[in-house]
Each structure stands twice: as C-alpha cells, then as structure tokens.
C-alpha cells in the first residue's frame, strides 16, 4: 500500500520567493497533519483538516503560511514570501479518525526538507 | 516547559545491550504513541498505548505506559545497529481532538 507522498523531498530557493509544498495522504484517510521539525523546536503541529476542512490552525505561524486541501486525496502548504528562518523539514501526516475499536496512528510522509537562502 | 519531556537526549551503546528511554507527560495522556525518526526520513509508527498499565511488544521493542497515564517507557533488548534513530514519543490527550503532541526525541546511536 502506498504511504503518505510527499513533494517535493528538498527545496532551495530564495528568500521572498513563493513555496508550495504537496502532500498526498493515504487513501481512506479523513485527518490530515501538516508538521515542521527543527532542531530548536522539535515537530511542531501547523494546521490539520478532517474530511478536507481545515480544523485547527493555531499552529501556523505566521499569515505568511497558508494551506489548502481541495479533495480527500492533496494537500497543499505555501509560504509567501519565504524568510530563512522558514528553513525545516515540513512532514505531512494522515489517519483514520475513528479510534474505537483500533488503533489509528498517524502516518507520516518522508518529508521536505526547505531551504530558504 | 515541553508538556512532553524525553530522556536522555542521546543515548550511545554497545551492540547488545539493553537500553530504556523514558516519556514524561505534565499532564493525563489519552493514548501515547512512539514513532522512530532516521535522519532524512519521515517517522515510522512503533507503538500505541491507551490504557494505564498497558504494555505492548514489537520483535525486540517494548513499551508500557505507567498506571497514572502521564509516563512511558520503550525498552529495548539486546540492542542492535538497526536500532538507530531517533525515537520520539507523542501524545494526545482528553479533548485534544487527534491533535498530537510530540517529544523532542531522543537520539540512539548503536555500535557495533
């Protein structure tokens, strides 16, 4: 079965210039998690949506991030426009929301790792 | 401070021996989850646990979560490269929604 697909894996550009990050979550899956590791702050949650709509977007810091998720099956992260201090590894994780009668795990993706020069 | 803490940060051993990384939560946990992390990948799912006192095998990895809900423990047995990574506990609680929690991990390096 595939797992959570990512894209791309690395990203170097520019500060200012505008980054989308993708996220294809596993098939059946109504959570998905957008994720951001650092060395300072550890994996820290952005947003999740449940069945495409955004639920919890305390973790986004800044109006700088936005993401979208037009059908079950993408996702999407911009930053416009991107600062170094945006440089991380952004994971994209999904799961199956029901909880009752087995355990449901997120999955994570590999990761992009992003790079702002 | 982290509502999740880990210990140690790193951690260094000898090919076969026995190791332990603790997980202590600041608050009641609903379900405890520990992945493991090797550099330049994504995190891989070990173990969930959900009910105090639990306890849960996997080839050579255990985990328990203690009566109270708030610590967990991942032990593992004569330890061996593959072991490696980084292993990291997260945690959602009572009213959390999904939401994950994550640990700030903690580094296994095995010699061999």
């Known amino acids: 079965d595939a797992g959570v697909i990512q894209s791309p894996r690395h990203e170097v550009t520019e500060m200012g210039q505008e980054v989308t990050l993708r996220c294809k979550p596993i098939?059946?899956?109504?959570?998905l998690f957008w994720y951001r590791q650092t060395m300072m702050r550890g994996l820290e949650l952005l947003i999740y949506f449940n069945n495409n709509v955004p639920i919890d977007d305390s973790g986004m810091p800044e109006d700088r991030f936005s993401a979208k998720m037009p059908n079950a099956s993408f996702s999407t992260l911009k930053i416009q426009p991107s600062e170094p201090r945006d440089s991380a590894v952004y994971f994209c994780?999904?799961?199956?929301?029901?909880?009752?009668?087995?355990?449901?795990?997120?999955?994570f993706g590999d990761g992009t790792r992003l790079s702002i020069l | 401070s982290q509502e999740l803490e880990q210990s140690p940060q790193s951690l260094i051993v000898q090919e076969g021996k026995n190791l332990t990384i603790n997980c202590t939560s600041s608050?009641?946990?609903?379900?405890l989850y520990w992945y493991k992390q090797k550099y330049g990948e994504g995190l891989i799912f070990l173990m969930m646990l959900q009910k105090g006192g639990e306890e849960k095998s996997h080839e050579k990895i255990t985990a328990k979560l203690d009566e109270k809900k708030q610590q967990s423990s991942l032990h593992i047995t004569a330890s061996q490269p593959s072991h490696a990574g980084i292993y990291l506990c997260g945690a959602d609680r009572p009213g959390s929604n999904y939401k994950l929690t994550f640990g700030k991990g903690t580094l296994l390096t095995v010699n061999p």
């Open positions: 994780a999904s799961s199956k929301g029901d909880r009752g009668y087995s355990n449901q795990p997120q999955h």
């Open positions: 608050k009641t946990l609903y379900g």
């Open positions: 098939s059946g899956h109504d959570y």
